[in-house]
């Protein structure tokens, strides 16, 4: 049995809480669940008054933001690429993701995609404090999970050793089809 029941929330840094919680919920249809204000850290108490906002991302799952406003303006780590550093958020169609990007482009919002990635297809936009977001819905077949839970260790000790990308899975790419499991 794992320790872990699930993820209770994920916080991130806002540049402005009410702007955040008006964005999530015209673009995202997110409810807002809670807002706790603080004068002081309550694990460190070191004084650092705070607005802490959560928002329903659904089925049990919480997105947590912090305005810090007595904190210098925030950034991103500049050592790692954009693209990395993302929330990715399941949607159940491909028409729910298409009404999300046709919404978000009437809003002004730049976004990225429909991206097939072969087992699910995304696209990819910024929220107002500059979080890279994916909405994601879910392509994949059983048999492609299978063959990916097959090579899964052997990719990982491959690029723990080598550092280069492992070729196990090339079918995801090249549009051949996913190996038949052994296992299964």
Not at 13 to 25: F, G, I, P, S
Request: aromatic share 10%; hydrophobic share 40%; net charge negative.
């Amino acid at each position: 049995m794992a320790l872990i029941d699930r993820i209770h929330h994920v916080a991130y840094r806002c540049k402005n809480a009410k702007e955040t919680v008006q964005w999530y919920q015209k673009y995202l249809d997110m409810d807002f669940i809670l807002a706790i204000a603080e004068d002081e850290v309550p694990s460190t108490k070191e004084p650092d008054p705070y607005m802490h906002i959560f928002l329903d991302a659904g089925n049990g799952n919480v997105l947590a933001f912090f305005e810090l406003p007595t904190k210098p303006e925030m950034g991103r780590d500049e050592n790692t690429p954009a693209w990395t550093q993302h929330l990715a958020l399941t949607v159940d169609s491909m028409d729910a993701l298409l009404q999300a990007k046709s919404r978000l482009q009437a809003g002004g919002i730049d976004v990225i995609g429909p991206v097939n990635h072969t087992l699910f297809q995304s696209i990819y936009f910024f929220d107002p404090s500059g979080h890279r977001l994916e909405l994601a819905v879910n392509t994949a077949t059983p048999q492609m999970n299978r063959a990916l839970d097959d090579v899964k260790w052997a990719m990982l000790d491959e690029w723990d050793r080598t550092k280069k990308a492992p070729q196990h899975a090339r079918w995801m790419h090249d549009g051949s089809e996913p190996p038949v499991s052994a296992a299964h």
